[in-house]
Structures are given as C-alpha cells and as structure tokens.
C-alpha cells in the first residue's frame, strides 16, 4: 500500500498503532514510534551507510571499513545460523514424517490410521 506523504501518519495507518511483529525498516523517523523490540533495520542500509563511510576520507576512512568487516561477518553469521536452523527443522520435520508413516496399522496413535 502506497501512501503518500511518506510520515509517521502513513506508517501508522499502515502497520497500525502498536506493531504486534516485528517490523524491517529503514532509519526513516516516520517509524521511530514502533518500539525498539519490535523494530530491526534493514541490513542492506545499514550496509549501505557503513560503506559510504568506508569510502569517505581521514579516520572515517579507516572506522568505516573496520564497520564494514564487522557488518559484513554478522550478516553471513546470520545467513549460516538461519540455514542451520532451517536445516535443523527440516531434518525433525522429515523425520517426524517418517516415523509417522513407518507406524502401522494398530502399533501406536497416528493421526494418519485409526486404530
């Protein structure tokens, strides 16, 4: 839904009062109203601003690509962790299938065979 001015009005009406998720944003001050616990920042702006430090000039220069490392290794730690863990959930999945289909009839309680 677009919805034109881009303020705080719009995001209200948009995600409503009080955020029950949570909610990618940007640093725009229109969503300074969602409390910080439901709130996360988009990645790829943060990154984004780390790295136009990293290309200014003086100490910037040198904090800016240090910020840019430490971005750069929490996003691919986050990508990992979430395989793992998709990996993980997928495996429990497969084998909760698996043992559910594996049951016969009359041998244990199956939502899939009554017994």
């Known amino acids: 839904m677009a ?4 303020g705080q009005m719009a995001a209200k009406k948009l995600l409503g009062e009080n955020a029950e998720y949570v909610v990618v944003t940007d640093r725009y001050a229109g969503y300074h109203y ?4 439901k709130r996360q ?3 790829a702006h943060i990154l984004r601003n780390v790295s136009a430090i990293a290309q200014s000039w003086g100490s910037n220069l040198a904090i800016g690509k240090r910020l840019e490392t430490i971005v750069n290794m929490l996003f ?4 990992v962790l979430k395989r ?6 997928s495996s429990a999945a497969s084998a909760a299938i698996t ?4 049951r016969k009839p009359g041998r244990g309680k199956s939502p899939m065979y009554h017994t």
């Open 84 to 89: 793992v863990i998709l990996l993980r959930l």
């Open 41 to 43: 920042l988009c990645w």
């Open 34 to 37: 969602i409390e910080q616990e």
């Open 76 to 79: 691919s730690t986050g990508i």
């Open 3 to 6: 919805h034109y001015p881009r």
């Open 99 to 102: 043992n559910c289909v594996a």
